[in-house]
């Protein structure tokens, strides 16, 4: 149980154009949801908390016009990347709490987005 | 935030047992103390979780002082398939709170043949 999937797995776009990830629970309903951004050898790095029917809170230097994150059902989440640059090229991880208080979170698989 | 410190890399061969010590000086009440493994191009997969004591499941222990500002994640007869970066993580997830979970730098285990 607790699967968390994401889509697409990998995905390519050109300079200036956005890209839609999705995240979600296969077998629960998600409260919280999770995006983090990971660059090749570092550690994960949280970009927002995503409660469902509420808006999105980012970390300090995330923006939140760049990175649109929507929540909008209880096993689905999105993160859009608008206007994307060769600088947001990284691997993105989506991951779901149960419920509130809850203190285990499961990742999915990750996104590689690699901007041209 | 409690910030959690490990060391960056160990190597082990196969069939040893490996702790991995995680710092955690400030540690909350509430915190709970959580272990994860990331293959290269993967999400992070829960190993273990604890508050307090040793907890036992079937691929690691965790052994967690009464001081709580420390926790050392115990691998048994570790194998090739185990090398992968380990990541402590101290926190708690409350929809209420600002507390946030942060990765630290994570340690990588190397398994060597």
């Known amino acids: 149980g607790a699967v968390v999937s994401q889509h697409p797995s990998r995905v390519i776009c050109k300079s200036g154009t956005s890209v839609k990830i999705e995240c979600r629970s296969l077998?629960?309903?998600?409260?919280?949801m999770f995006w983090y951004r990971q660059f090749p050898k570092q550690s994960l790095m949280l970009m927002a908390t995503?409660?469902?029917?509420?808006?999105?809170?980012?970390e300090q230097g995330v923006e939140k016009d760049k990175f649109l994150i929507n929540h909008a059902s209880l096993t689905l989440s999105t993160l859009t990347v608008t206007s994307a640059h060769p600088e947001d090229s990284s691997f993105y991880i989506c991951?779901?709490?149960?419920?509130?208080?809850?203190?285990?979170?499961?990742f999915g698989p990750g996104t590689r987005l690699t901007v041209t | 935030l409690a910030k959690t410190t490990q060391p960056i890399s160990m190597d082990s061969y196969e069939g040893q047992e490996v702790n991995i010590t995680c710092s955690h000086n400030?540690?909350?009440?509430?915190?709970?103390i959580t272990w994860y493994q990331q293959f290269p191009s993967q999400g992070p997969r829960f190993i273990i979780q604890?508050?307090?004591t040793k907890v036992t499941n079937e691929v690691a222990s965790l052994f967690i002082p009464a001081d709580r500002k420390s926790s050392t994640l115990s691998l048994p007869r570790v194998s090739l398939s185990d090398t992968a970066v380990y990541y402590c993580?101290?926190?708690?997830?409350?929809?209420?709170?600002?507390?946030?979970?942060?990765f630290g730098s994570g340690t990588q285990l190397t398994v060597l043949p």
């Open positions: 077998d629960f309903q998600a409260t919280t």
């Open positions: 993580l101290v926190g708690v997830l409350d929809r209420g709170s600002a507390r946030q979970l942060t």
């Open positions: 400030n540690i909350a009440t509430n915190d709970y």
């Open positions: 604890g508050y307090k």
């Open positions: 995503s409660n469902e029917g509420s808006k999105a809170t980012y």
């Open positions: 991951s779901a709490a149960l419920r509130q208080g809850d203190y285990e979170q499961y």
